[in-house]
Structure formats: C-alpha cells, structure tokens
C-alpha cells in the first residue's frame, strides 16, 4: 500500500472531523475523494501528509509514518493557491521546493510542463486565480513523487486550462503514478478517477467505482407550487420550503409525482430536475446515519 | 542537509528584502535610540560610550529578534503555505537553520547604524580585534534571543505573540542590565542580571569591547539558556499543527 489509514480518528477539541476512518491507496490508483464542504477530506489529505497527526488511529505513506521527512520524499502536494509567498517569484517557489527532493525533475520541465515557462520572472502574488492554481499544481509534481495528493486542482480554470491538467495528471498515472485527487465536482473525479471515496460527515459513505458511486448520488429534486401544506410522502430525502414553493429531494421521482397526484395535492409549476451533488451527499449522509440507528438498535 | 539550510535562508532574505520598509524598520530603531540616549548622555566618555553602544546592540538584538521571530513566525503559521512547507520531506532542523541564518543577516544590516553613530559621533572607541570578537558575540548572543522568538511563534496565534513578546523584552532589559552602565544597576539586579539571557549576553559584549572581567556563571547560564530555548522551540514546531480550530 502506498498509503493508508487505519481506523483513523481526528477531533479539533470537541469537534470530530474523523470518526474511525480506514481507507487504503494501492500503488497505481487514481483515487477521487469526493464530498462536501467540511466533510473531512482536508483533515484526511491533511493526516495522510504529515501535517497533522491523528488522534488515535494510525496513518501509512510509503511504509513510512508521513510525519517523519523520509517517507515523504516521493510525496508531492498541492499547497492551497492562495497560499503561495507573494513576493516570490514563480522560478524561485518552483526551485525552492525542487531542493527538498533528492531527484527533482528539471525547472525547466516542470515549467513547460505546466504551461509557466512565461511566468518564471512573475511575483506570485501579481498571478491570475488561475495561474496560481497551475503553480500550485505543478509544485506537487516538482520533486518526481510516486504519489501525488491533489486538493481540488482545477477549482477556478477555465475549460481549456482544465482539460490540459486532466491530460497532465492522466499521463502521470499512466507512467505509474499514483493519485489521490478531492474536488466538489463530480464532473471531475468521473473525467479522471476509477475509484471514488465518497466522505461526509467524518466517515466513508461510499466507496467503490466512479458508476456505482454515481448510481448512489442520482437523487432528484422535484419543485412545486402548492396552497396547501403537502401530506406525508414516502421516500423523501430532504424537503425544503420557501412560501408555497416546495422543494423535495427523492430518488424515485416517478414515484413522488404519482403519489402527488394520487393526494390530489393541487400543485403549479412543477419542475424536475437531478439534484446537486451537495443534494445528493445530504442523502447519502442521512442514509448511514438511518443505517448505524439501525445496526445499533 | 546544509545546502537546505541555505535554500531556507536565502528564501527568508528575499522575502525580506522585497518589503524594503520591514528592513529599514528594523534598522531604524536601535539607530534612534543611539542618537537619543547614548550619544547626549555617555558620548563624551569613551569607556562609557563603549559599554553603553554595546548595551544598545544588546538592546537591539534582543528586541528585533523577539519581534522578527516571535511575531514573524506567528504570523507565517497562520498563512496557507506553512502547512504546505510541512509536506516537503524535511525537518524542522534545515527550517529553524535558515531561519537562524537569514535573522543574522538582517541584524548585521539593522546594527551596522549604530556602529557608525557610536564611531563617528560619540567617543566609543574598540581595538580591530575587540571589534571582532565584539561581530562575533554578536552572533552568539542572537542565539537565544531568535529561539525564544520562535517559542513563542510556533506556540501562540500572532495577537498572543505580540503580548508576550512586549510583555517580555522590557523586564528582560532592565533586569539584565542594560538600562544601566556596568555595575550601577539596582543591587537585586545586579545579582540576578549575569543569570538572565539579556544579562549574559550583554556582559558578554562588555567583556569583548572592553575591560570588563568575563564571569564563567553568566558565559554558562547563557549556554544553559541557550540549551533550553533550543528545546522549548523544537517542541513547540513539534507539536505545532499549523492554525488550530477549536
């Protein structure tokens, strides 16, 4: 394994970010770890780089423990892009993080590589949204890793700069490398990913092909106007009201409609269309915790 | 490993040195200070401006690196690129080096004013050789100053490290002896001074400027403090996790 988590468990005082996560990257993997906002992916990405140690539990990257410098030297990270140091320039972050790598790859390719040849003389804090990200992109690259951690890597690029860091990562893997990638966009992890590792909630929800994890989060929201205050209906997974237009989120949407006819609910405007990905963790997150009340009662 | 150091160094200087009013700041205080209170009241007398310009670097070194480190650091944890550095396969040993290298270059370029207050306007007079040695203890006394700054930046958010840091350099001045000329500080002071690091450290630059006799208790309680502001630091990087949420 080249990197792993073994029951793993992380709290921020009472909060807990992690609760008994165990999760194993194989050599050759293009994992997606997929979910929302405050899911835990960061704590996770976090505790398998070596920023932070768990709270019980244990982390593995490259056989070694990630806090220690040497089981990171075939490791590459993507820093967030906001972060980079403004007054540097884009030529010296690039050689500043190849030193700390026994076999870097050359300045100039990882420059090339990344599409950053013009911006070597360039301050960061001078780049675009999007030049910062391709920075920051290419420093996971900079020192030949054997894994690479990606934190939402094309958040904020525009279509064709997306597609050239799809064709870049994929090469990567394709000469061996292996990936772990987050991102909100599903759109994303299915252009890339042959695993998914859904997180919500602190814990793996899902994880298993990019077409299982899809049938999963194929929820739909069906929006109508109503006078009335609408019955119970079965198999709602979220509802949500403002005024007389109401909002549900079901899997089977054939079924709710026909229940609302059937109610003879006197409904206007009705709308269907497939959820957002956050609608559709919302389930997946409400569904294990109907599962564990289950399995403990 | 050492080529690390410098590459931490060198990084830290350009980062510097491209905010040319946080040099210039750090320069201009220990500069003023000179001109305000050693070179009206002790500049005439050359044994008393001696000692006083190397109480003033002793002064200096102690509050810009309490500052610089304690503040600088603080400030660093909380920007998104510390825990990103924290991916790189090093330690905090090349990190806390080329911190140490590039705070000594900047404290060269902050004290080389009030070198040349005291040589040109005040009757402050060294040897070649005390000169030297008085660069090199210089050097050494920065030692402790820069790893308390870093205890306190790696332990504390950055409007904790201000307070502590102003909390502490005024009563590790008087207290060491630095308000006073060799010898006329208030008895206590006097017996607890060559204990402390600012005491230590200034009776060491005495000693190099001048006749002053080098006591073996405060070279070795510097060393003592030394030793254990290195430890406190390194358990402070240790245990640091970047931004904390609670």
Redesign the interface.
């Known amino acids: 394994m080249l990197a792993r988590a073994i029951e793993v468990t992380r709290r921020y005082g009472d909060t807990v970010a992690l609760d008994r996560v165990s999760l194993d990257i194989a050599p050759g993997e293009l994992v997606g770890l997929l979910g929302p906002n405050g899911a835990g992916k960061s704590t996770l990405l976090s505790l398998l780089t070596g920023v932070r140690s768990p709270s019980s539990g244990r982390v593995e990257l490259l056989g070694g423990d990630p806090r220690r410098p040497a089981a990171r030297h075939h490791l590459g990270v993507t820093p967030q892009e906001t972060g980079l140091p403004a007054s540097l320039r884009v030529g010296e972050v690039v050689d500043f993080v190849r030193r700390h790598y026994p076999e870097p790859l050359p300045r100039d390719q990882v420059l090339g590589q990344f599409g950053l040849t013009d911006l070597v003389r360039r301050q960061t804090g001078g780049l675009s949204g999007g030049e910062k990200r391709r920075v920051a992109v290419a420093l996971a690259f900079a020192g030949r890793p054997r894994i690479v951690f990606l934190d939402e890597p094309t958040t904020g690029l525009d279509v064709e700069a997306r597609r050239s860091l799809w064709d870049g990562i994929r090469e990567f893997h394709a000469g061996g490398g292996t990936v772990v990638l987050t991102s909100h966009y599903l759109e994303e992890i299915e252009a890339l990913a042959r695993r998914v590792v859904v997180i919500g909630g602190g814990r793996v929800l899902a994880d298993d092909t990019v077409s299982a994890v899809r049938g999963l989060v194929a929820v739909r929201r069906v929006s109508l106007t109503s006078p009335v205050p609408l019955p119970v209906l079965p198999g709602l997974s979220g509802t949500d009201r403002e005024g007389d237009r109401w909002h549900l989120v079901t899997p089977d949407s054939d079924r709710l409609v026909r229940d609302l006819v059937a109610a003879d609910v006197p409904f206007t405007d009705l709308e269907v269309r497939p959820a957002s990905l956050e609608e559709a963790f919302l389930t997946l997150t409400e569904r294990s915790v109907e599962e564990s009340c289950l399995l403990s009662s | 490993m050492s080529?690390?150091v410098l590459?931490n160094a060198r990084?830290q200087l350009?980062?510097t040195a491209?905010?040319p009013i946080a040099v210039i700041g750090s320069a201009f205080w220990p500069a003023a200070s000179m001109l305000a209170f050693v070179v009206p009241f002790a500049g005439s007398d050359p044994v008393a401006a001696t000692y006083a310009t190397a109480s003033m670097v002793t002064f200096a070194v102690m509050s810009t690196n309490l500052f610089q480190y304690g503040v600088g650091v603080a400030d660093d944890r909380v920007?998104?690129?510390?825990?990103?550095v924290?991916?790189?396969?090093?330690?905090a040993l090349p990190r806390f080096a080329g911190r140490l290298l590039s705070g000594l270059a900047l404290m060269a370029f902050s004290l080389l004013p009030v070198v040349l207050i005291a040589a040109f306007l005040t009757a402050a007079t060294v040897s070649p050789l005390a000169f030297l040695t008085a660069i090199g203890v210089t050097a050494v006394i920065s030692v402790p100053f820069i790893l308390m700054g870093l205890a306190i930046g790696y332990s504390m958010p950055p409007k904790a490290a201000v307070v502590v840091a102003q909390v502490l350099f005024f009563p590790l001045a008087f207290a060491g002896g630095l308000m006073t000329a060799p010898g006329g500080a208030p008895g206590f002071v006097e017996d607890l001074a060559p204990y402390l690091p600012t005491g230590a450290s200034v009776r060491l630059m005495w000693a190099a400027v001048g006749d002053y006799p080098l006591h073996m208790g405060s070279v070795l309680s510097l060393i003592a403090w030394i030793v254990a502001l290195a430890g406190v630091a390194l358990w402070a990087y240790r245990r640091d996790?970047?931004r904390?949420?609670?």
Do not use: H, V
Not at chain 2, 86 to 91: M, V
């Open positions: 080529s690390l590459t990084f350009i980062e491209r905010t920007q998104p690129w510390e825990p990103y924290r991916t790189l396969p090093a330690g996790e970047g904390r949420f609670s």
